[in-house]
């Protein structure tokens, strides 16, 4: 067992930005990848019987499982992204909007919208982005992972242009999403004096929320003209925003107009210097909007001073924000920089600026320092999404001789592998626009790749200097802008330290520590490198990415017969990153055997007691096994432990001569009937309580059920024979002890008959025996008797069971001259079989009443005709026999002084 020692400090190592492959360390230094995504892009309008969805897709370079759901909107679905397969989750506006109106009607007053955020969960990292694909019109954002989200915005977005428009109603909006319970949010509206927000709040009013994890706050202006930029926004906790407008003009005095939209990045993120990209095959400049996250902060453009804004974090336009052309004239690489820190938006020109195919369409642009050296990306993909022209602009430091540079790679999936080439040997070494100097002494240049798959998965990488992406597409009418990948380090803080782990305890089977981060930029993400992790579960209690400079975790083993580990990856918030290994290794152990697996006590009748044994074993040859705990797992009382030993006890390794095993006795007491079932529970030092071998037993009611017997009217002197049964309603065999002779000697036991040979004996389980009995009448009258049978099952008490005869003793018949009312029977009614209705026929010398009854052979009455006159001669009754069962049966005749008996026999 490993020693456990108070804060041991685990092995570490930092992790070098360059990347050789694919690994972890780089996938989480790529700010746009992670585990989970909340974010609600803001409404589009919509024209009815149109195509109109929002497609989410996402790629890995692991094959992770990936879910999207809206809980407020009862939306969950569940795919497995495979490494260089773009995976896509479709909804309906319906399930991933907050509201939803056509181009005419205004947006909702209501403003929170609870459960219903998008949220997307992976159980390894990914990357993902969302596309808003309506009718004639198209908007993407690359989405950002809880990771990197922040609690200070400036919304970025364009201004409402319904008085262009007649008749129309296309907000400026924004959407801000929950990631945690209780978060408070305070929103300052910005924009221009005109500005009014759907919540009637004027510009540079402030309102106070509080949401939740799922939450959406969808804000929009109301008003023709009014733009919702500069809008301040501060949380309590960390929250996604996404910005945009339902149909943008850019600039605000050309048409035509589309849906825009791009996720705003936090302040903390924020740099002083941005390279400003140009689009492909467009004529004009962008339009950009910047804002500051300082007061005065002064802004220059290619080296040139251009203005101050005066307010920082927001404000109206012209004092918060610049908004304008990016430069006049001919496209041109451009360069802003600032005394403090700026967020550069990009907006895309409409056509009728240049008369080129393209829409409107928006994204942020990524500072110099924010730049990465790798990312993963994905073109959109799906049919319905397709553009005809797809491009990543890649921003890059130029070689010596200002051509790319050889460190500059693209990676190409190809059956689930990264085939690597450089962007020079694909894409020619022509460096593309060269960029006016940041005064950082390199030279930057922007290189356009259009890609030749629309649905692969790409990725880029540098082993020396940083870069920036941005993806888009375009066709007529149409288009999509953002972000290619970002990192979203906290540039605010001043942290060059790497997080630290220390281990806090160690056992064989579990280890619990924590991680700091040093520095005080927060943890931004803690996860096990997929590919390392083995056997072992990894958890973090109450972690919410940018909020905590310290955290706790535990590791257990999942399988303790088996070696586990796993290699944890740490990041914070200014992107200082550092890694540490979980080891558990095999150690020497005991085995524990339990036989048998199942322990059938079997049919058991009701008070029994049964015994029986189970073996308990240590087959480990190197290490003693101790025995924590030994119970019944349902505890119901109907099995039990005898003798148990006092607990806990250690059995030694097998082999030796060791007494390695325990034979532990189980009892089961039978106290009613029913079927019953235990497990034996076992806890030891290798495991926590586990069930062995399984306890099964039935007891059985047992009853022993004797019919009485009733004989059939007998003449006297004459003997009537019948059988007296015993029925067994067990499943165990019932032992026969005696039958006494019945107390009246008309009757007399002649023989034993059935399953039942003699007394005592036994009768089989569900068997039938009996006693045959003899009734001699001597007089004409009523006979009664009993007789007692003495019995028992198994090892129950002995019992008495009463058996009841009766039977009738008649007088016997004279001639027709000595006693008056004399029948006969019709010699061929006497004849046998006879069928379902027989005639009865008969001749009486005098009249008289006569009844009739038929028996069968144990004395019960089948037929009964109540007596009635009859006149002298031949009398004739017939006898229904349809319900009875074939076989023998009496037919028996009387009248006053006299009677017959005669035998029938009923065929079928």
Same mark, same amino acid.
């Given at each position: 067992?490993?020693?456990?020692?108070?804060?041991?400090?685990?092995?570490?190592?930092?992790?070098?930005?360059?990347?050789?492959?694919?690994?972890?360390?780089?996938?989480?230094?790529?700010?746009?990848?992670?585990?989970?995504?909340?974010?609600?892009?803001?409404?589009?309008?919509?024209?009815?019987?149109?195509?109109?969805?929002?497609?989410?897709?996402?790629?890995?370079?692991?094959?992770?499982?990936?879910?999207?759901?809206?809980?407020?909107?009862?939306?969950?679905?569940?795919?497995?992204?495979?490494?260089?397969?773009?995976?896509?989750?479709?909804?309906?506006?319906?399930?991933?909007?907050?509201?939803?109106?056509?181009?005419?009607?205004?947006?909702?007053?209501?403003?929170?919208?609870?459960?219903?955020?998008?949220?997307?969960?992976?159980?390894?990292?990914?990357?993902?982005?969302?596309?808003?694909?309506?009718?004639?019109?198209?908007?993407?954002?690359?989405?950002?992972?809880?990771?990197?989200?922040?609690?200070?915005?400036?919304?970025?977005?364009?201004?409402?242009?319904?008085?262009?428009?007649?008749?129309?109603?296309?907000?400026?909006?924004?959407?801000?999403?929950?990631?945690?319970?209780?978060?408070?949010?305070?929103?300052?509206?910005?924009?221009?004096?005109?500005?009014?927000?759907?919540?009637?709040?004027?510009?540079?009013?402030?309102?106070?929320?509080?949401?939740?994890?799922?939450?959406?706050?969808?804000?929009?202006?109301?008003?023709?003209?009014?733009?919702?930029?500069?809008?301040?926004?501060?949380?309590?906790?960390?929250?996604?925003?996404?910005?945009?407008?339902?149909?943008?003009?850019?600039?605000?005095?050309?048409?035509?107009?589309?849906?825009?939209?791009?996720?705003?990045?936090?302040?903390?993120?924020?740099?002083?210097?941005?390279?400003?990209?140009?689009?492909?095959?467009?004529?004009?400049?962008?339009?950009?909007?910047?804002?500051?996250?300082?007061?005065?902060?002064?802004?220059?453009?290619?080296?040139?001073?251009?203005?101050?804004?005066?307010?920082?974090?927001?404000?109206?336009?012209?004092?918060?924000?610049?908004?304008?052309?990016?430069?006049?004239?001919?496209?041109?690489?451009?360069?802003?920089?600032?005394?403090?820190?700026?967020?550069?938006?990009?907006?895309?020109?409409?056509?009728?600026?240049?008369?080129?195919?393209?829409?409107?369409?928006?994204?942020?642009?990524?500072?110099?320092?924010?730049?990465?050296?790798?990312?993963?990306?994905?073109?959109?993909?799906?049919?319905?999404?397709?553009?005809?022209?797809?491009?990543?602009?890649?921003?890059?430091?130029?070689?010596?001789?200002?051509?790319?540079?050889?460190?500059?790679?693209?990676?190409?999936?190809?059956?689930?592998?990264?085939?690597?080439?450089?962007?020079?040997?694909?894409?020619?070494?022509? @460096? =593309?626009?060269?960029?006016?100097?940041?005064? +950082?002494?390199? *030279?930057?240049?922007?290189?356009? %790749? $259009?890609?030749?798959? !629309?649905?692969?998965?790409?990725?880029?990488?540098?082993?020396?200097?940083?870069?920036?992406?941005?993806?888009?597409?375009?066709?007529?009418?149409?288009?999509?802008?953002?972000?290619?990948?970002?990192?979203?380090?906290?540039?605010?803080?001043?942290?060059?330290?790497?997080?630290?782990?220390?281990?806090?305890?160690?056992?064989?089977?579990?280890?619990?520590?924590?991680?700091?981060?040093?520095?005080?930029?927060?943890?931004?993400?803690?996860?096990?490198?997929?590919?390392?992790?083995?056997?072992?579960?990894?958890?973090?209690?109450?972690?919410?990415?940018?909020?905590?400079?310290?955290?706790?975790?535990?590791?257990?083993?999942?399988?303790?017969?088996?070696?586990?580990?796993?290699?944890?990856?740490?990041?914070?918030? @200014? =992107?200082?990153?550092?890694?540490?290994?979980? +080891?558990?290794? *095999?150690?020497?152990?005991?085995? %524990? $055997?339990?036989?048998? !697996?199942?322990?059938?006590?079997?049919?058991?009748?009701?008070?029994?007691?049964?015994?029986?044994?189970?073996?308990?074993?240590?087959?480990?040859?190197?290490?003693?096994?101790?025995?924590?705990?030994?119970?019944?797992?349902?505890?119901?009382?109907?099995?039990?432990?005898?003798?148990?030993?006092?607990?806990?006890?250690?059995?030694?390794?097998?082999?030796?001569?060791?007494?390695?095993?325990?034979?532990?006795?189980?009892?089961?007491?039978?106290?009613?009937?029913?079927?019953?079932?235990?497990?034996?529970?076992?806890?030891?030092?290798?495991?926590?309580?586990?069930?062995?071998?399984?306890?099964?037993?039935?007891?059985?009611?047992?009853?022993?059920?004797?019919?009485?017997?009733?004989?059939?009217?007998?003449?006297?002197?004459?003997?009537?024979?019948?059988?007296?049964?015993?029925?067994?309603?067990?499943?165990?065999?019932?032992?026969?002890?005696?039958?006494?002779?019945?107390?009246?000697?008309?009757?007399?036991?002649?023989?034993?008959?059935?399953?039942?040979?003699?007394?005592?004996?036994?009768?089989?389980?569900?068997?039938?025996?009996?006693?045959?009995?003899?009734?001699?009448?001597?007089?004409?009258?009523?006979?009664?008797?009993?007789?007692?049978?003495?019995?028992?099952?198994?090892?129950?008490?002995?019992?008495?069971?009463?058996?009841?005869?009766?039977?009738?003793?008649?007088?016997?018949?004279?001639?027709?001259?000595?006693?008056?009312?004399?029948?006969?029977?019709?010699?061929?009614?006497?004849?046998?079989?006879?069928?379902?209705?027989?005639?009865?026929?008969?001749?009486?010398?005098?009249?008289?009443?006569?009844?009739?009854?038929?028996?069968?052979?144990?004395?019960?009455?089948?037929?009964?005709?109540?007596?009635?006159?009859?006149?002298?001669?031949?009398?004739?009754?017939?006898?229904?026999?349809?319900?009875?069962?074939?076989?023998?049966?009496?037919?028996?005749?009387?009248?006053?002084?006299?009677?017959?008996?005669?035998?029938?026999?009923?065929?079928?």
């Amino acid at each position: 067992m490993r020693a456990v020692v108070a804060m041991v400090l685990v092995a570490m190592s930092a992790c070098v930005p360059a990347v050789a492959q694919v690994d972890m360390p780089s996938m989480l230094d790529n700010g746009n990848a992670g585990v989970e995504f909340i974010f609600s892009m803001p409404p589009c309008y919509e024209q009815g019987g149109s195509n109109n969805v929002i497609v989410i897709f996402v790629a890995s370079v692991y094959e992770a499982e990936v879910t999207v759901r809206v809980s407020g909107r009862g939306v969950s679905k569940t795919k497995r992204t495979l490494p260089g397969k773009v995976t896509h989750f479709t909804l309906s506006p319906a399930e991933a909007q907050p509201f939803n109106k056509d181009e005419s009607q205004p947006a909702p007053i209501q403003t929170l919208y609870p459960g219903v955020a998008v949220i997307v969960q992976s159980d390894k990292p990914i990357v993902a982005y969302c596309l808003t694909r309506f009718q004639f019109t198209t908007d993407g954002a690359m989405l950002t992972p809880n990771s990197s989200l922040g609690t200070e915005y400036v919304v970025g977005s364009m201004a409402d242009m319904s008085a262009m428009y007649p008749g129309l109603n296309l907000p400026s909006e924004v959407t801000i999403s929950g990631v945690s319970d209780s978060t408070t949010v305070w929103f300052t509206l910005g924009g221009t004096s005109a500005t009014v927000a759907n919540n009637l709040m004027e510009s540079g009013q402030t309102k106070q929320y509080v949401i939740n994890k799922g939450d959406v706050l969808a804000i929009s202006t109301s008003n023709a003209g009014g733009d919702l930029s500069g809008s301040y926004i501060r949380s309590s906790k960390p929250v996604a925003v996404l910005s945009g407008n339902q149909c943008a003009n850019v600039p605000l005095d050309k048409r035509w107009c589309d849906y825009v939209v791009s996720n705003e990045a936090p302040i903390h993120s924020w740099g002083t210097a941005c390279h400003f990209p140009q689009l492909a095959e467009r004529d004009q400049n962008a339009w950009v909007k910047i804002f500051a996250a300082e007061s005065g902060a002064q802004v220059y453009r290619n080296g040139e001073y251009l203005s101050t804004l005066r307010d920082g974090k927001g404000g109206q336009a012209g004092f918060g924000y610049m908004d304008r052309q990016a430069l006049e004239g001919a496209q041109q690489p451009i360069v802003f920089t600032a005394s403090t820190s700026i967020s550069v938006k990009l907006f895309t020109p409409g056509q009728e600026l240049d008369n080129k195919v393209a829409d409107p369409s928006s994204m942020q642009i990524t500072p110099v320092a924010q730049y990465s050296r790798f990312v993963l990306f994905c073109a959109p993909g799906a049919p319905q999404l397709q553009f005809a022209e797809n491009f990543v602009s890649l921003v890059h430091a130029v070689d010596a001789n200002e051509e790319v540079s050889e460190d500059l790679e693209i990676g190409v999936f190809h059956d689930g592998e990264l085939v690597w080439s450089k962007i020079r040997d694909l894409f020619g070494v022509a @460096a =593309g626009g060269l960029f006016p100097s940041i005064g +950082d002494g390199k *030279i930057w240049a922007e290189k356009r %790749l $259009q890609l030749p798959d !629309p649905s692969g998965v790409y990725a880029i990488r540098s082993s020396g200097e940083p870069f920036a992406a941005y993806s888009y597409g375009r066709q007529d009418y149409d288009s999509y802008a953002f972000r290619t990948g970002a990192r979203m380090i906290d540039l605010s803080v001043e942290d060059s330290r790497a997080p630290m782990n220390v281990l806090t305890f160690a056992s064989s089977v579990q280890q619990t520590g924590g991680i700091v981060d040093l520095g005080g930029s927060g943890l931004a993400a803690v996860r096990l490198i997929p590919e390392s992790a083995f056997n072992l579960n990894f958890d973090i209690v109450d972690f919410l990415p940018g909020t905590l400079d310290e955290i706790a975790w535990t590791a257990t083993v999942i399988d303790p017969r088996e070696a586990a580990g796993a290699t944890v990856v740490m990041i914070d918030r @200014a =992107g200082n990153s550092a890694t540490f290994d979980i +080891d558990f290794l *095999i150690e020497p152990r005991g085995e %524990l $055997q339990v036989t048998p !697996p199942l322990l059938n006590f079997g049919q058991i009748i009701a008070a029994d007691v049964v015994d029986s044994t189970v073996n308990i074993a240590n087959v480990g040859t190197e290490a003693q096994l101790r025995i924590e705990s030994i119970r019944l797992e349902s505890g119901s009382g109907a099995f039990e432990f005898v003798d148990l030993p006092a607990l806990p006890l250690t059995l030694p390794p097998a082999g030796d001569g060791n007494e390695n095993s325990l034979a532990l006795n189980v009892r089961f007491t039978g106290r009613e009937a029913g079927d019953f079932n235990d497990r034996i529970v076992i806890a030891t030092d290798l495991e926590d309580e586990l069930p062995y071998t399984r306890l099964v037993a039935t007891t059985n009611v047992t009853t022993l059920e004797i019919e009485p017997r009733v004989f059939k009217p007998t003449v006297i002197d004459s003997t009537d024979t019948a059988t007296c049964l015993f029925n067994i309603r067990s499943t165990v065999e019932a032992e026969i002890l005696s039958v006494s002779q019945p107390d009246d000697p008309a009757f007399v036991i002649a023989r034993y008959t059935g399953a039942l040979q003699s007394v005592p004996g036994t009768l089989p389980p569900q068997a039938a025996g009996g006693v045959e009995v003899r009734f001699t009448p001597v007089e004409v009258k009523q006979y009664s008797a009993t007789m007692d049978v003495r019995y028992r099952f198994g090892r129950q008490e002995v019992r008495t069971a009463k058996v009841n005869l009766s039977g009738e003793g008649k007088g016997r018949v004279s001639n027709v001259d000595e006693r008056p009312g004399f029948f006969n029977l019709d010699a061929s009614t006497q004849s046998s079989p006879s069928g379902p209705r027989t005639s009865v026929r008969f001749t009486l010398e005098v009249p008289i009443a006569v009844s009739m009854k038929v028996y069968d052979l144990r004395g019960s009455t089948a037929v009964n005709i109540p007596s009635r006159r009859f006149e002298v001669g031949d009398n004739v009754v017939e006898i229904d026999m349809a319900r009875m069962a074939a076989g023998a049966y009496f037919l028996h005749l009387e009248a006053p002084n006299a009677s017959a008996v005669f035998p029938l026999v009923l065929l079928r």
